[in-house]
């Protein structure tokens, strides 16, 4: 059996003419696990709503946050994948979610070096409907149908891996580093609250009720907003940082229907409005910047938290291809061709 590593991210459109904005969007959009509802009522708001209006509007968003290289996940999801590979002897590929980076051209690259037994790993550090189940249940599909011969194993989430804790806390505490901060706030990728009662495999036990994500239960292990409730504590606790000056919230909303609480804009906003004037946030449920991270929340951010008299406004970039972070990946690769997938990273 010859091993093989397959990186995942989520993807990018190719460009940020508005044409190719709204086919990456259809493409997202049109997921089942990102906007789970039926397929006619998602055809009508994606098809027949979202995209007659929000690709001008992101193409614009991208625009102010793409590089001379490309788009900035694209770019260093590329360096990391270099520098993982500079670590290890079997070959890793990259792919996207979404775009033309796709996960078939990604196993393909794979089985063209002679790869049967792919490690996929999905570069969320949570789980999500949204992100790492799309990821696996999209490979599952693309294996059946034209790669019938490889043998499919998944990083599980690593939220909570102490090594993992250990690199977003030293790339935290880096950037803290003299800074005189009055609140850090992490700041996760938001999703529908059904999302959570969908994932709960016991059925019963997630009622976002502020109670149930600290009370051990095997719904965890597939809970997003407990994973991310727990980085944001082994974080803290790993950082010694005291009672009150930090705080977790839920960035990005779409449609009318609740979504995880509280929101980051509205976070911001009334810190400002309480006389907040120096704030520093974090977004871990990403290892790589993005819209979201650089435009989002480096960007409007910033303008929310001014225009209600806050003063200094300090983002924390993603892990992206920090050194550290590319060992550790390399390290668990490592583990992954020494040992049974189970034993080692699970």
């Excluded at 149930?212 to 606790?237: F, G, I």
Aim: overall charge neutral; charged content about 25%.
């Amino acid at each position: 059996m010859k091993k093989g590593v397959l990186l995942v991210n989520l993807g990018s459109p190719d460009s940020t003419n508005p044409k190719d904005v709204k086919k990456y969007l259809d493409e997202f959009l049109m997921d089942p696990r990102v906007i789970d509802v039926p397929k006619w009522a998602r055809t009508l708001l994606v098809r027949g709503i979202i995209l007659n209006t929000r690709p001008k509007k992101s193409a614009e968003a991208y625009a102010k946050i793409w590089w001379e290289e490309g788009s900035p996940l694209i770019v260093i999801s590329e360096r990391l994948q270099k520098k993982i590979q500079q670590h290890t002897n079997i070959p890793v590929a990259l792919a996207m979610r979404y775009g033309s980076m796709t996960l078939k051209k990604g196993m393909q690259e794979l089985v063209d070096q002679g790869v049967n037994q792919v490690l996929v790993i999905p570069l969320y550090p949570q789980f999500a409907m949204a992100t790492t189940e799309t990821i696996n249940v999209k490979v599952a599909e693309l294996k059946e149908e034209y790669f019938p011969n490889l043998e499919i194993s998944s990083l599980p989430a690593f939220y909570n891996r102490e090594d993992y804790i250990e690199v977003l806390a030293n790339s935290i505490q880096e950037q803290l580093e003299g800074l005189d901060y009055e609140q850090l706030l992490f700041s996760y990728h938001g999703v529908p609250e059904r999302h959570i009662r969908k994932s709960d495999i016991t059925k019963s036990h997630c009622k976002l009720d502020g109670v149930c994500c600290v009370t051990p239960s095997k719904a965890h292990q597939y809970c997003y907003r407990h994973q991310c409730v727990e980085t944001t504590r082994l974080v803290a606790k790993k950082l010694k940082l005291k009672e009150g000056t930090y705080s977790t919230s839920f960035q990005s909303r779409l449609g009318f229907d609740p979504w995880l609480q509280p929101y980051t804009d509205r976070t911001i906003e009334r810190f400002g409005k309480n006389g907040l004037k120096k704030m520093a946030i974090v977004t871990p449920a990403f290892v790589s910047d993005c819209l979201e991270t650089l435009e989002e929340i480096a960007m409007e951010g910033e303008e929310i938290f001014h225009e209600v008299g806050g003063k200094e406004f300090t983002t924390i970039p993603c892990l992206n291809d920090r050194d550290d972070f590319a060992k550790l990946l390399a390290n668990w690769i490592e583990q992954w061709q020494l040992t049974d997938l189970k034993t080692a990273i699970a």
